[in-house]
């Protein structure tokens, strides 16, 4: 009996009676002493605790006892766990809360680059601002050129023309692997589009300089294209417009974890020349057909296996009146292949392993005529092939430092054959390697250090180029960067420099010196760049071949978007200022290159009308004259004279629709809505009497077409039936 | 010693019951719960939620802990400015939410709560997650009516989704407030499982009925 009533009376003490209370109190600040308000503080297995007030203290009752665990979480900061002995009394604890990790708050490297992703979140571009940008048409490189750094008035050559450099100088890779020939097939004085769709990609970065040292053979910067992963579901699309057809279809299987689709795209610039009047005559109408295959399966290790396949058939002919009275007739036709296979996965969960590997191959078969009679009529192959492997290893310490390890080895070919002038062929092994290490020294310091490595069979030669950047982070979205680093470049008509000196000159080298200021807030930003480049040994063409070349460009950089200031507008400036001069090629002296403007701006504007469904933007570019070549000019007057400026107003409209179970977008796009006149240069007669004007093939170029999407399952029903 | 038998069978069935149903845990969740609908400071939710945080991680068989705290990352998601921090709300909202899920599958609640967190990040970044995340807050809500076609909070998310969404995005205002409306109307009748289920909304419900005049 008594024995009972004392374990009811021991179970009832246990359980409520006498507990013993202790108070545990306390602050909780940041590192800098400001209080963290709304933090919660708890005894783990117990329901006891509180919420830190607006001073960041706190404090609450426990009847618990002996040794407990005492947790402070907060929302973006690391949790705190302090171990506690709570026998009656009060305990004070002061814990100092440090900021846990967070994307939006890492200082990341930035100058020389722009990025466009939607996976990470510190871009300054969508990838959606590609398609959506009126003087880009669709075409990534066009909307490039509204970023500061690249020219606008460049519509007589194929490239991005950055910070003083030539076309040929900015490569463009796709998932590591360089492109050798990312334009369609193109006739002289008329710039073509990029090949590449930009609905490929999920991820764009275009650094304008100071790039990593994963890449080279680039001595102004190079264009990183990222293609998609796993689409979300099954999708068809087809779409008709002004100059052509095309439909694609993919297929996903979930539970494989594979998609496969495929695309044909026919493009006829015929009726649209039918109705528009073009200037020089084309002999044969822009005309291409193009396929692609893609295929993405996902492997173990979280990897991810891709296969882009793409063939394009082009055929351009066109007769254009020369300074000399005469006739000019030029028609190419033009096969492409490019193939690109890559995995990338995790080993043992410390190494990100990239492979790729990739075939390309371009043939041209050109006719051309020139009726003067001092230059024969020729008819002329040329092709160019790339085989190229590439594997980087990159080693993760910590949340984000990082190290890289990789190489590539790339074999090309270029071949020449002429009925005038016979043949000729080179062929170049080029192994390189590197390794880079992103290093976090705090989360508002980074400094990447690099290396690369390269040779080149043909050109007997080989360098080792190194590169710096550091970035700092100043407050919350405001951070400097600085890049340094040395370029390598072979020359871009190796070909042609055989055949006439019997001779292949060496690398050609740029060293960069930027310095960059960028601040970001949600919808605005702000950059501001300056650099400065050094040229040497570019290659020489006056009476010897030589790598004995100079020059510089220097310059300054405005970038600014926002998306906040009027509502529903989304616009953004680009301004550049930019003082280059090289000697290089056939130049007697240092001069400022064809290609290169002083001054160039852009305006981009977008705004979106929601009760019309319809969506309006609008560009406007502009640039101060380029040089061009005037042979009646002394040597001393050599690339003195100016074309006049360039201005470009281009509007595009989207109107968005819903068609049965498709949703349809109609676009109607104009550029150089006002008929101003380009100009881009100019040619000579011989005897400098006459010249004639190098000017876009019409004034304005109308675009109308419709593309429709449709998901095959049954989520797109969803939204519609909603 | 009948009499002490007696307390002793009382006690050890006390300590059965309490293994069962938990009055201290139904109690503090009954306190935690008082004044939910008329809090309206960031402060006032983010206590709430730290409160319903300290529960969960206690009684780590109950679904209802994770619930509320998501809820209040909702609720924060909606008076927050700082993207940042709306990332990590979103964050935060759509791992208690799968820890709900998990401990209580296929309840018409939890979807709700599921396709207003998917609406969050649409919020968050509409350009590029609208695509994923659009259908996915859609087929949530949709699997919600399907389990409990009385739920008031899945009809007053489906008016707010067809209210605030843009018409080419398959938005209805009109639409929209009869849904509002009828979720009004279903507020009235509807009755919780329990003291602690979740019978929240009434009141953002005519806030933004009060919006749609």
């Given at each position: 009996m008594k024995y009972l009533l004392l374990l009811a009376l021991s179970c009832c003490i246990s359980n409520c009676l006498f507990a013993q209370t202790t108070i545990v109190k306390g602050q909780i600040t940041e590192k800098s002493k400001a209080p963290v308000v709304g933090a919660n503080i708890l005894l783990r297995d117990t329901y006891d605790g509180a919420t830190s007030d607006a001073t960041?203290?706190?404090?609450?009752?426990?009847?618990?006892?002996?040794?407990?665990?005492?947790?402070?979480?907060?929302?973006?900061f690391d949790t705190v766990i302090i171990k506690v002995d709570l026998k009656g009394d009060s305990v004070v604890v002061n814990p100092i809360l440090k900021e846990g990790f967070n994307e939006l708050k890492m200082v990341v490297i930035s100058a020389g680059s722009f990025e466009a992703s939607d996976e990470k979140k510190v871009t300054i571009l969508k990838p959606l601002d590609i398609v959506t940008t009126a003087s880009a048409g669709g075409d990534t490189y066009g909307a490039l050129r509204t970023l500061p750094g690249t020219q606008v008035s460049s519509g007589d050559q194929n490239g991005l023309f950055v910070r003083g450099g030539s076309g040929s100088e900015a490569p463009t890779m796709i998932d590591g692997?360089?492109?050798?020939?990312p334009f369609f097939a193109s006739t002289p004085d008329f710039a073509a589009r990029g090949r590449f769709n930009p609905f490929l990609f999920k991820g764009t970065v275009f650094s304008t300089g100071g790039y990593s040292a994963q890449y080279g053979q680039g001595m102004s910067s190079v264009l990183v294209l990222e293609t998609q992963d796993l689409p979300d579901r099954s999708t068809g699309s087809l779409s008709v417009s002004s100059v052509g057809l095309g439909y694609g279809q993919q297929k996903l299987w979930k539970s494989k974890g594979l998609a496969i689709g495929?695309?044909?795209?026919?493009?006829?610039?015929?009726?649209?020349?039918?109705?528009?009047?073009?200037?020089?005559?084309?002999?044969?109408?822009?005309?291409?057909?193009?396929?692609?295959?893609?295929?993405?399966?996902?492997?173990?290790?979280?990897?991810?296996?891709?296969?882009?396949?793409?063939?394009?058939?082009?055929?351009?002919?066109?007769?254009?009146n020369t300074a000399d009275g005469g006739n000019f007739g030029f028609k190419v036709k033009n096969d492409n292949l490019y193939t690109n296979l890559t995995w990338s996965g995790l080993l043992r969960d410390k190494w990100k392993i990239n492979l790729g590997t990739s075939y390309s191959k371009d043939w041209n078969k050109i006719e051309s005529s020139y009726n003067v009679g001092?230059?024969?009529?020729?008819?002329?192959?040329?092709?160019?092939?790339?085989?190229?492997?590439?594997?980087?290893?990159?080693?993760?310490?910590?949340?984000?430092?990082?190290?890289?390890?990789?190489?590539?080895?790339?074999?090309?070919?270029?071949?020449?054959?002429?009925?005038?002038?016979?043949?000729?062929?080179?062929?170049?092994?080029?192994?390189?390697?590197?390794?880079?290490?992103?290093?976090?020294?705090?989360?508002?310091?980074?400094?990447?250090?690099?290396?690369?490595?390269?040779h080149s069979s043909l050109l007997q030669q080989s360098n080792a180029a190194p590169r710096v950047s550091l970035a700092y982070k100043?407050?919350?979205?405001?951070?400097?960067?600085?890049?340094?680093?040395?370029?390598?470049?072979?020359?871009?008509?190796?070909?042609?420099?055989?055949?006439q000196f019997q001779q292949i000159p060496g690398f050609q080298r740029a060293e960069h010196f930027i310095l960059n200021?960028?601040?970001?807030?949600?919808?605005?930003?702000?950059?501001?760049?300056?650099?400065?480049?050094?040229?040497?040994?570019?290659?020489?063409?006056?009476?010897?071949?030589?790598?004995?070349?100079?020059?510089?460009?220097?310059?300054?950089?405005?970038?600014?978007?926002?998306?906040?200031?009027?509502?529903?507008?989304?616009?953004?400036?680009?301004?550049?200022?930019?003082?280059?001069?090289?000697?290089?090629?056939?130049?007697?002296?240092?001069?400022?290159?064809?290609?290169a403007a002083n001054h160039v701006a852009t305006l981009v504007l977008k705004k979106f009308f929601p009760k019309i469904k319809t969506g309006a933007g609008l560009t406007y570019n502009y640039a101060t004259g380029r040089p061009y070549y005037n042979p009646n000019r002394s040597e001393t007057g050599f690339l003195t004279d100016r074309t006049p400026a360039y201005h470009n107003l281009s509007v595009n409209f989207n109107y968005l629709a819903t068609i049965k179970k498709s949703f349809v977008v109609f676009v109607l796009g104009v550029q150089n809505v006002l008929g101003q006149t380009q100009v881009f240069g100019y040619r000579y007669s011989a005897d400098g009497a006459n010249r004639t004007t190098i000017t876009p093939a019409a004034k304005r170029f109308v675009f109308i077409g419709a593309f429709a999407s449709w998901g095959v399952d049954r989520r797109q029903e969803v939204i519609d039936n909603q | 010693m009948k009499n002490s038998l007696f307390i002793l069978v009382l006690m050890v069935s006390g300590f059965a019951a309490q293994a069962q149903t938990n009055p201290k845990y139904i109690q503090t969740m009954e306190k935690t719960l008082q004044g939910l609908d008329s809090i309206i400071t960031v402060e006032g939710w983010q206590t709430k939620s730290n409160a319903f945080e300290r529960i969960g991680q206690k009684e780590t068989k109950e679904w209802l802990p994770q619930y509320y705290v998501a809820l209040c990352q909702v609720r924060i998601f909606n008076l927050e400015k700082d993207a940042a921090k709306?990332?990590?709300?979103?964050?935060?909202?759509?791992?208690?939410?799968?820890?709900?899920?998990?401990?209580?599958?296929?309840?018409?609640?939890?979807?709700?709560?599921?396709?207003?967190?998917?609406?969050?990040?649409?919020?968050?970044?509409?350009?590029?997650?609208g695509q994923k995340y659009g259908p996915m807050a859609s087929m949530l809500l949709e699997k919600s009516m399907q389990l409990d076609p009385s739920n008031p909070r899945a009809e007053m998310q489906k008016g707010m989704t067809l209210y605030f969404t843009p018409a080419q995005w398959g938005g209805d205002p009109v639409k929209g407030k009869e849904s509002l409306l009828k979720a009004n109307a279903m507020f009235a009748t509807f009755k919780p499982a329990s003291s602690i289920h979740p019978n929240w909304g009434l009141a953002m419900n005519e806030a933004i009925l009060g919006m749609a005049k």
């Open positions: 960041g203290k706190f404090q609450f009752k426990t009847d618990e006892t002996g040794p407990q665990v005492l947790q402070i979480t907060y929302l973006g692997l360089l492109v050798r020939n495929g695309n044909i795209n026919y493009t006829n610039l015929a009726p649209y020349f039918l109705l528009v009047k073009q200037v020089p005559n084309f002999t044969r109408k822009p005309e291409f057909i193009g396929n692609e295959l893609f295929m993405r399966k996902k492997t173990r290790g979280n990897g991810m296996l891709k296969f882009y396949g793409y063939y394009n058939h082009g055929i351009v002919g066109l007769s254009t001092f230059l024969n009529a020729d008819s002329f192959r040329i092709s160019n092939s790339l085989t190229q492997i590439r594997g980087v290893a990159t080693r993760f310490f910590g949340r984000m430092t990082s190290v890289r390890i990789g190489g590539e080895y790339q074999y090309l070919t270029d071949e020449y054959k002429s009925q005038v002038f016979g043949k000729s062929s080179i062929r170049d092994h080029y192994p390189a390697a590197f390794v880079e290490t992103d290093l976090y020294i705090t989360t508002q310091l980074v400094a990447r250090l690099g290396v690369r490595a390269e100043l407050g919350p979205g405001d951070q400097i960067s600085f890049a340094w680093g040395h370029f390598y470049q072979k020359g871009d008509s190796l070909l042609r420099w055989k055949s200021y960028q601040y970001i807030l949600k919808d605005r930003i702000f950059r501001v760049e300056g650099f400065y480049k050094k040229y040497q040994d570019l290659i020489t063409t006056r009476q010897q071949l030589r790598n004995d070349g100079t020059g510089y460009a220097k310059g300054v950089e405005f970038f600014f978007r926002d998306k906040r200031t009027f509502s529903g507008v989304d616009y953004w400036i680009s301004y550049s200022w930019l003082d280059t001069k090289r000697r290089y090629e056939w130049y007697p002296s240092e001069a400022q290159p064809t290609f | 709306q990332e990590a709300l979103c964050t935060k909202a759509d791992q208690f939410l799968a820890r709900a899920d998990s401990l209580n599958p296929n309840n018409s609640e939890i979807y709700v709560l599921r396709s207003m967190a998917a609406s969050m990040h649409i919020r968050l970044n509409p350009m590029v997650n």
